[in-house]
C-alpha cells in the first residue's frame, strides 16, 4: 500500500521544517518540542498529578477513581521527548479508553545511557504496584504500553523481571541494534542514520548487545507476559518488530501483532492527524479491558 494522505502530510510538513539535526542541535530541539507541547490544548481529567515514584518524576493520570492503571513509557529515541511532549496524547489515551496512566519520565541518553532509563522504568511499575490505592487506581493488573523507543523499553522490563507486567502493549518497538533496516522505508520520520544514532546514544558499543536492549535476541521470551505489538508499513523499524512479535509467538507467548497500513513512525501519538491512531487506541482499551477480565 502507498502512504496514506496523512502519513505524506506528516512527511511534508517534517520536510518544511528548519534543519535543526542531532546530534548538535539536542538541546534546542528538546527546548522546541517541550515549549510546543505547552501550548498545545488539552482534555481535562478527574485527576492529573506529578508524583515522585521512588524517585523517579512520574505524571498519574487517572479518569476516574478506582480505574485501572497501565505503565506509559514514552518514544523519543531515548534521547527526545518528555512528560509535557505526550501530555497531550497521555490524556487522550486515559479518556478514550478508560485507564488510568503513570506516564514515566525516565532519564534520558547521551546523559543518561542504558541501564538508567530501564532502571526508572523498573522502579516506576514496582511503585504503582505498591502505590495503587492512596492514588486512588488498581493496578492488580499492571500493562507497559510503550511507542518506539519506550516500546524497547517495556520489552526490555519484561526481560529483565517477566513478572513486572501483565501485559505489553508494543508500538513499533525498535528490538535488534544489529537489524539491517530496510532502505526503501526510511523517510522524515525516521531513517537509517537516525536510529544508528539513536542506538549509539543509550547504549553505545556492546551494550546495545545486551538482550535487555536487543531484546529480540533474549533468551526468557517464553516468559513474557501477553503483547500487542504494531508495526508501520512505511517505518524502517517494520521488519524487526514483526519479527519480534513472530519469535514471542514462537516461545508460546499470546501475541496479537498488527501492522498499520500506510503508516510512518510516531503516528500513534497524534491522533488529532491520524485516523489510524484513533482507531488504534480504541483497539488497545478494548484489548487492554478484555485482558483483564481474563486474568480476574
Known amino acids: 500500500m502507498s502512504l496514506h494522505p496523512q502519513s505524506q502530510a506528516l512527511l511534508d510538513a517534517l520536510a518544511a521544517e528548519e534543519g535543526l539535526s542531532l546530534p548538535g542541535d539536542l538541546d534546542r530541539i528538546r527546548a522546541e518540542a517541550h515549549d510546543a507541547a505547552l501550548r498545545a490544548d488539552r482534555i481535562g481529567l478527574d485527576h492529573v498529578a506529578d508524583v515522585d515514584a521512588d524517585g523517579v518524576p512520574c505524571r498519574l493520570y487517572r479518569p476516574r477513581p478506582g480505574a485501572p492503571v497501565a505503565l506509559y513509557v514514552h518514544g523519543g ?18 479518556h478514550r479508553t478508560g485507564w488510568a ?9 547521551p546523559e543518561h545511557p542504558y541501564p538508567a532509563p530501564l532502571n526508572d522504568v523498573q522502579t516506576a511499575a514496582a511503585w504503582i504496584r505498591a502505590h495503587d490505592r492512596e492514588h486512588r487506581v488498581d493496578a492488580s ?11 524497547n523499553l517495556v520489552a526490555g522490563l519484561c526481560v529483565r523481571h517477566p513478572s513486572a507486567l501483565n501485559f505489553q502493549v508494543l508500538m513499533y518497538p525498535p528490538v535488534d541494534r544489529r537489524a539491517e533496516l530496510p532502505e526503501d522505508e526510511a523517510n522524515a520520520a ?32 517464553a516468559e513474557h507476559p501477553p503483547a500487542y505489538v504494531v508495526s508501520n508499513e512505511h517505518d524502517v ?60
Do not use: K
Not at 529515541?77 to 486515559?94: I, N, Q, S
Open 77 to 94: 529515541g531515548w534521547v527526545l521527548h518528555d512528560l509535557e511532549t505526550h501530555d497531550v496524547f497521555c490524556r487522550y489515551l486515559a
Open 101 to 109: 496512566l503513570l506516564a514515566v519520565d525516565y532519564r534520558r541518553a
Open 141 to 151: 493488573f499492571l500493562p507497559g504500553i510503550g511507542d518506539s523507543s519506550g516500546a
Open 190 to 221: 525516521l531513517d537509517g542514520p537516525g536510529m544508528e544514532w539513536f542506538w549509539e546514544a543509550y547504549a553505545p558499543g556492546d551494550l546495545g548487545d545486551h538482550p535487555e536492549v536487543s531484546v529480540l535476541g533474549a533468551d526468557n521470551l
Open 237 to 296: 523499524l517494520r521488519d524487526q518488530a514483526e519479527d519480534y512479535a513472530a519469535r514471542l509467538a514462537a516461545a508460546g507467548v499470546d501475541v496479537l501483532a498488527h501492522r498499520a497500513l500506510g503508516m510512518v513512525h510516531s503516528f500513534w501519538r497524534q491522533p488529532a492527524a491520524f485516523d489510524a491512531s484513533r482507531s488504534t487506541v480504541t483497539a488497545v482499551g478494548a484489548l487492554l479491558d478484555a485482558q483483564r477480565s481474563r486474568m480476574r
